[in-house]
């Protein structure tokens, strides 16, 4: 027993503090100054982010890799490097909220503790194996994050937050119906087992042509059900609506931790549970098809948008599509299903950084001007140097061009692509990369090219100059040095051969 | 040493923007410092480059991106050939030339200066690189200054200009990087010396469908017909000295490409498509030049010229012969010359009248003879008159190509006659015409800075013309290997 809470303690870790949080506030509430207790808040929530940390870096260092609570639970090299990016993406964004949170008022509280706990039911989300396991994480997370878009509690706020539940709620229970089928067809709601014992891998394994159709719809409902999280097309209606009306915080932490949460669970489900051969070709043209919607439709309504918050909603959307290439590229004919998902988690932790940047910087830029309107950038790049270089290198990295990681990036997915003979789907994604280059360079244009409308100054507080300079610096050391990183990635997926 | 010249201009760009507000004056100071060093650095390496032998010189290489398990190994590779020295030199000199050509700058000189040095760094990577994926890296490195460049200090529909390049430019570069990432599966190397040794006879696609997907990004640069629609608009709407640089160097890049990667990487299908590829040219040429004619804004007519004298470049390459890609290289070196010379002399004029109308300029000579003088210098070796270095590059590009492919030759050779026509027109009315009074108080070309751009080309100009085996050796060493993987 106290093995297997060792390998959950960094989520527990999360948790407690979570716990600990709402207790301080109600403590603090009593004379003491809104701002302060804010940042005292925030601070706490910090020092237990370092403290779950420390505990997964011991867990590598103790060597306790392995599973828990009878194989519902792992700790491997995969869970492990999603541990890392959630938690740090869950730091820039508490540093990138510390003034933001302002406007909370007396809710400061609850909304580092709903960080810190969505940010557990993602790390458990990552380590599940367990359709059981999967699913109470995936509404930890979701529930979390349900009320924190609705946090600011004005019209927008709200109808945001109750958007992403009504569609949520919908998406859930498409999801469990999939993982209903998957039950019945095995019997079990373990994805994998130790030989001998049944699970769902074994029941798909050993499955005949005759259980095909079954396989196939149960797979197709999962993956509708997780489409939502990881928002592509045709699930992708709330991304625009709850982005633009929940706190831009929360918007960064959805458009990253939350998609990567929800990619995390279609490779271990599709890569752990459904790799039978006679199925996994249906997977990757399902998913083929999907990325290609998906990035196509983003990248062409974004090219319409005025609101800097839905132009990067729309381009999640797009992003997602070019994530799902990588996910489509099976290369089960030779055997290297490591060579997709590496591209993907690679994907991943370089969009981690690149969307968090953009997101925080304009929570930087926007808290001043009181809008997000892009048409009030204009001239930013003499009224704020840095921020605005910051932004601009964000959207460089978004639209794939060097010295990025989000070039390396896409050569590196696109590349997986073509090595699984899906030319088509590099061509479309290509030529989906000029549409994009030309939303997200009109945002650098409007800020460099127009004359600002007046000179004064927009200063930046040094928390979130802190977080965007991580993600900056984040985003220009991986374009040059992608190495670490790529064979952190490869490392965490090698889980599955 | 090559790692030197190709980042030095970055980390100038870096001084520049760490320059403090009040001392922006400056910028330009480091940037012509910067650019003389790069220069002076690339003419040594010239001066050491061993031409008696084929092959890479000064190679410097390091493994840059691994992934095993993706089969994805990429190396920072980086050496030249006859090929790349030569474009070195001419790329390295022309932005010098830029630097002084820009000295007045006066709106945000520090970013202005910042991005053209960026802008250095992404050229000169693209002459050097030697992994598929490094160049490719390069290749695009020129997109955010190249838009900044053109937005913010053009003239006229600018950021229009800017966005249609960027478009066009991404557009080639997005077909490039899937026909990249095609090859380097099918060959199992990013490597371009070893890609040039390979006989690479399947791909995922057909092996044309790679050419072509590759091959359209360095047409839509150089360009080729129909592809070329950005190109007036870009170099109408640029500041004088992105003009002299686009078409200086970055048309070049277009032409470079095609060597070293479709020809020298497949020439198989280069040899079949050939015939295609040369009408093309011809068409390039004559329709260039046609259109030219009809041009009545100064910068127009050159950026149309430049059309039809790219067409020259096509040609010469795809007549695949050594005599001719010979002469295309050379071609590619002269026009960026004399057209840089020509964009400099209407930067001149344009700065004095504020317009670029011929129909409005008259009778300029009196007033201005030094620019004058530039200006029908540049126009002469346009037009190919000898002991000027056009006339060696065309000639050798149609001596190379005539025997085998007639026709687009002949119909190159009247897009001589056509360029006369145009080039002497258009002196004719913009310096011989009668006089007139709304010119009268123009002064000429007087600071040193606007004189030395215009004496340095023209130098280049004549030496090239007069004693043509300053280059032609270095570029036939580089040529030589390419022609014989052609059979």
């Known amino acids: ?497 | 040493m090559l790692s030197f010249i190709v980042f030095l201009p970055l980390l100038g760009a870096l001084a520049i923007a760490l320059l403090p507000r009040d001392e922006e004056g400056r910028a330009r100071e480091l940037a012509a410092s910067v650019t003389l060093a790069v220069f002076l650095a690339s003419l040594i390496l010239f001066s050491l480059f061993d031409r008696s032998e084929g092959g890479f010189q000064f190679t410097e290489q390091f493994r840059w991106i691994r992934a095993s398990e993706a089969g994805f190994d990429i190396h920072y590779f980086l050496g030249v050939d006859g090929l790349s020295v030569v474009m070195l030199i001419l790329a390295t000199f022309l932005f010098v030339l830029a630097v002084f050509v820009s000295w007045g700058i006066d709106v945000r000189p520090k970013e202005y200066f910042a991005w053209m040095l960026i802008l250095e760094t992404g050229v000169l990577g693209v002459f050097t690189s030697l992994d598929l994926v490094l160049f490719f890296l390069f290749w695009e490195v020129e997109l955010v200054p190249m838009y900044m460049l053109i937005s913010i200090w053009g003239t006229g529909r600018k950021v229009y200009s800017a966005m249609k390049f960027v478009l066009y430019t991404i557009s080639g570069s997005a077909l490039m990087l899937a026909g990249i990432l095609i090859l380097g599966f099918a060959a199992g190397t990013f490597n371009m010396v070893a890609l040039a040794q390979m006989e690479i006879t399947e791909a995922l696609i057909p092996l044309p469908a790679v050419f072509f997907l590759i091959f359209a990004a360095f047409a839509i640069k150089l360009p080729v017909f129909p592809l070329h629609t950005w190109l007036p608009d870009a170099h109408t709407d640029a500041p004088t000295a992105v003009s002299v640089i686009l078409a200086g160097i970055l048309l070049k890049m277009g032409g470079y490409g095609m060597i070293r990667l479709c020809v020298s990487i497949l020439p198989d299908v280069a040899h079949d498509y050939a015939v295609w590829l040369t009408a093309f040219a011809a068409v390039n040429v004559v329709y260039g030049a046609i259109v030219t004619m009809r041009q009545t804004d100064l910068k127009r007519l050159i950026a149309y010229s430049s059309i039809s004298h790219m067409g020259y470049v096509l040609l010469g390459i795809f007549a695949l012969g050594q005599v001719s890609m010979t002469g295309a290289t050379l071609q590619m070196f002269t026009h960026g010359t004399i057209t840089g010379l020509l964009f400099v002399m209407v930067g001149l004029v344009y700065d004095r009248a504020h317009t670029r109308d011929i129909s409005v300029l008259s009778g300029l000579a009196p007033r201005m003879p030094v620019i004058a003088t530039g200006f029908v210098i540049a126009g002469l070796a346009s037009l190919g008159l000898p002991t000027m270095s056009g006339f060696v590059s065309e000639l050798l590009v149609f001596l190379g190509s005539v025997k085998s492919y007639t026709i687009p030759t002949l119909f190159a050779v009247a897009g001589i006659l056509l360029t006369a026509g145009y080039i002497l027109w258009m002196l004719e009315r913009v310096f011989f015409g009668p006089p007139n009074p709304r010119w009268a108080d123009l002064t000429d070309a007087t600071t040193w800075w606007e004189r030395l751009p215009m004496v340095g080309l023209v130098a280049s100009i004549l030496a090239i013309g007069i004693y043509p085996a300053t280059l032609v050796p270095v570029i036939e060493a580089g040529i030589t290997p390419i022609v014989a993987r052609l059979g």
Not at chain 1, 50 to 59: M, Q
Request: glycine letters at 10%.
């Open chain 1, 1 to 497: 027993m106290l093995p297997d809470i060792d390998r959950l303690g960094p989520e527990l870790v999360l948790m407690v503090s979570g716990g600990l949080i709402i207790l301080a506030d109600l403590a603090l509430r009593e004379g003491m100054p809104a701002p302060r207790r804010g940042a005292l808040l925030a601070y706490g929530s910090l020092a237990g982010i370092v403290g779950s940390i420390a505990w997964a870096v011991s867990l590598i260092l103790r060597d306790r890799e392995g599973t828990a609570f009878h194989g519902s639970l792992v700790v491997d090299n995969f869970s492990l490097f999603f541990v890392f990016l959630f938690l740090g993406v869950a730091i820039l964004v508490i540093l990138a909220s510390i003034d933001y949170g302002q406007r909370f008022g007396r809710y400061q509280g609850e909304y580092y503790a709903l960080i810190l706990l969505a940010t557990s039911g993602m790390m458990l989300l990552a380590g599940g194996r367990d359709l059981i396991a999967i699913f109470v994480a995936l509404e930890l997370t979701a529930i979390s994050q349900y009320v924190m878009a609705a946090l600011l509690k004005d019209t927008r706020s709200s109808e945001a937050g109750l958007k992403y539940l009504l569609l949520g709620a919908i998406s859930t229970a498409v999801l469990l119906y999939g993982m209903a089928f998957l039950f019945g067809l095995s019997g079990t709601t373990k994805l994998i087992a130790p030989p001998g014992e049944p699970s769902i891998a074994a029941t798909v394994a050993a499955a005949d042509a005759s259980l095909r159709g079954a396989l196939v719809l149960s797979m197709v409902l999962v993956a509708a059900g997780l489409a939502f999280k990881t928002a592509v097309v045709p699930f992708q209606m709330w991304v625009p609506d709850v982005y633009e009306g929940s706190p831009t915080p929360v918007a960064a932490f959805l458009s990253v931790a939350s998609k990567a949460a929800g990619f995390a669970v279609v490779l271990r489900i599709f890569y752990d549970g459904l790799s039978a051969p006679f199925i996994s070709s249906d997977w990757s043209n399902l998913f083929a098809a999907v990325a290609a919607i998906s990035m196509t439709v983003g990248n062409v309504i974004a090219l319409t948008q005025t609101n800097i918050k839905r132009l990067l909603g729309y381009s999640s959307i797009a992003q997602a599509g070019n994530i799902m290439v990588g996910i489509a590229a099976i290369s089960a004919a030779n055997g290297n299903f490591a060579l997709g998902a590496g591209g993907v988690v690679f994907f991943l932790g370089t969009y981690a950084f690149t969307n968090l940047g953009a997101f925080i910087a304009v929570i930087a830029i926007s808290s001043r001007l009181g809008s997000d309107v892009i048409a009030d950038y204009a001239g930013m790049g003499q009224r704020s140097p840095l921020l605005a270089l910051a932004l601009a290198l964000c959207l460089i990295s978004l639209t794939g061009i060097p010295p990025t990681a989000g070039f390396v990036a896409k050569v590196y997915i696109f590349n997986t692509a073509v090595q699984s003979d899906l030319v088509w789907l590099v061509i479309v994604a290509v030529l989906n990369s000029v549409v994009a280059a030309y939303y997200y360079l009109r945002v650098v244009g409007q800020m460099y090219l127009v004359p600002p409308p007046q000179e004064e100054r927009v200063p930046v507080s040094w928390s979130l100059g802190v977080s965007l300079g991580a993600a900056a610096l984040g985003v220009l050391i991986i374009g040059l040095v992608p190495t670490p990183l790529i064979s952190a990635a490869e490392r965490a997926v090698n889980v599955f051969s």
